[in-house]
C-alpha cells in the first residue's frame, strides 16, 4: 500500500486530483489528516485508472466558483428576477472561460436572499414585504405562541378590481409547492373582458374547513373595506 503527504488542497474528484496527487495514485484512496497538521495522509487502495482524463474540469465545484465579477453578474440579474438557467446563459455568453454549473448559480442567489433577509426569519421577512409594498394583510397565530397559523393578502389594486368585478371568483389551493410547505390558497377573478386577475393568496396550516372559513372570512372583508371607503370619500368622511 502506498502511503505520502500530499500539502496541496485534497479534492475528491478524479480530475481535480492530478494537482496534488501523483497520477499513478490517485484512482481509489482514503485520506485523513495528517498528526503534525502539515496535510493529508493517503492511503492508495487502487492505483489503477479505469478511464481516460477529462480534456477539460466542466462541473467540478473548486474550477466552477464565481469569481468577484461574474457573482455581481449574478446578482444583478436576479434583482431583475430573471431565471436561473438564463442567468448561467448570460455567465456562459459574457464570460467564455466560465465553466459554472446551475448549482452554482442557485447557491449564490440563495446567499443573496439571506444576506436581504438579515436576520429576520423567512415569515418575519415575509411581513416586512408585505408592508413595505402596501398590501392590504392580515394573520392569526397559535394560541399564546408566535407561530403564524394563517396570512391573508391582497394587492390594493386587486381589491379595487374585486369591487368593481365581483361576480366571477375561482379559488384552488396548491399543496406544499412552497418553501413554507404550507398549503397555498388563491383567489381569482374575471373581468367583463373574460381576462383574469388574481384577487388575494393565502398561507394556511391546512386544509381543513376552519382554515378556509377564516380566509373568505378576510376576502369579505376587503367587499366591506372598500365600501366603506367608498361611502367616506363619496360623503366627504375622513
Known amino acids: 500500500m502506498n502511503k505520502f503527504i500530499c500539502t496541496g488542497t485534497l479534492c475528491r474528484s478524479v480530475p481535480i486530483c492530478n494537482i496534488c496527487v501523483p497520477e499513478v495514485f490517485h484512482e481509489v484512496f482514503r485520506s485523513t489528516p495528517a498528526k503534525d497538521g502539515s496535510g493529508w495522509k493517503i492511503d492508495v487502495k487502487c492505483g489503477l485508472h479505469n478511464h481516460g482524463l477529462p480534456d477539460r474540469l466542466e462541473g467540478h465545484s473548486f474550477i466552477g466558483r464565481l469569481t468577484t465579477y461574474e457573482k455581481q453578474h449574478v446578482a444583478d440579474l436576479a434583482m431583475r428576477h430573471v431565471a436561473p438557467r438564463h442567468i448561467l446563459l448570460s455567465l456562459q455568453d459574457n464570460y467564455p472561460e466560465n465553466v ?10 440563495s446567499v443573496i436572499q439571506k444576506e436581504i433577509r438579515g436576520p429576520r426569519s423567512e415569515i418575519q421577512h415575509l411581513f416586512k414585504l408585505i408592508e413595505d409594498a402596501g398590501y392590504v394583510y392580515w394573520s392569526r397565530k397559535k394560541d399564546d405562541s408566535e407561530v403564524v397559523r394563517e396570512i391573508f393578502w391582497a394587492h390594493p389594486d386587486s381589491v379595487k378590481l374585486l369591487n368593481i368585478f365581483p361576480i366571477v371568483l375561482v379559488m384552488d389551493s396548491t ?16 373581468t367583463s373582458t373574460e381576462l383574469t386577475f388574481v384577487v388575494g393568496f393565502a398561507y394556511m396550516e391546512s386544509e381543513q374547513t376552519e382554515n378556509f372559513c377564516w380566509v373568505l372570512e378576510k376576502l369579505k372583508e376587503l367587499f366591506v373595506k372598500m365600501v366603506g371607503q367608498w361611502f367616506a370619500e363619496s360623503w366627504g368622511w375622513k
Not at 100 to 109: A, F, G, M, N
Not at 175 to 190: A, C, D, S
Open 175 to 190: 399543496y406544499k409547492t412552497n418553501k413554507y410547505r404550507q398549503p397555498l390558497f388563491e383567489i381569482v377573478g374575471m
Open 100 to 109: 459554472t454549473r446551475i448549482t452554482q448559480v442557485y447557491k449564490h442567489k
